[in-house]
């Protein structure tokens, strides 16, 4: 197992653009919400539906710092859960479930275990425009100093 630290602020996050939040894991997981609320929806992908909620499918692999994403795809998601975990409460995740999570409250810090062995499933990401590939850069711009902004405005 791995434990992670994530931090959710709504003035202070990393969106890539273009922003398709609907993904899963090769991994499963559980989650501690130590401060705020975040909402989890899960969703069930259908292979056929209506146009408004078309989506390409977009297998995902890695190089290094960067993610690359391959169209696989058009599937149609629907929302199957919708939870709210508030501080105190854990939410888990198998890895073949496709969602999407978002801080409800000004900020929030979730504690997150994930369950690290031989990959489960693999990576999928859903978005809205037929792009063929795309490349992402994960790493983080070290120029901002973000342990004094979590610092400062996370726990004071």
């Known amino acids: 197992k791995k434990l992670r630290v994530h931090f959710w602020d709504k003035q202070f996050c990393f969106r890539q653009i273009p922003y398709w939040p609907i993904h899963n894991h090769s991994f499963e997981f559980s989650s501690l919400v130590l401060k705020g609320v975040i909402q989890n929806k899960k969703y069930k992908l259908n292979l056929v539906g209506s146009e408004k909620n078309e ?68 990576v999928f990401t859903l978005g809205r425009g037929n792009l063929n590939q795309l490349t992402f850069d994960r790493s983080i711009d070290l120029s901002k100093n973000y342990v004094d902004y979590v610092l400062n405005h996370l726990f004071f």
């Open 55 to 122: 989506c390409f499918k977009y297998k995902v692999s890695y190089d290094g710092e960067k993610s690359i994403i391959n169209c696989n795809g058009v599937v149609y998601p629907r929302v199957d859960v919708v939870e709210r975990v508030r501080a105190g409460e854990i939410y888990s995740m198998e890895s073949s479930t496709y969602h999407r999570s978002r801080c409800l409250t000004e900020n929030a810090i979730t504690l997150m275990a994930t369950k690290v062995s031989d990959p489960v499933s693999d």
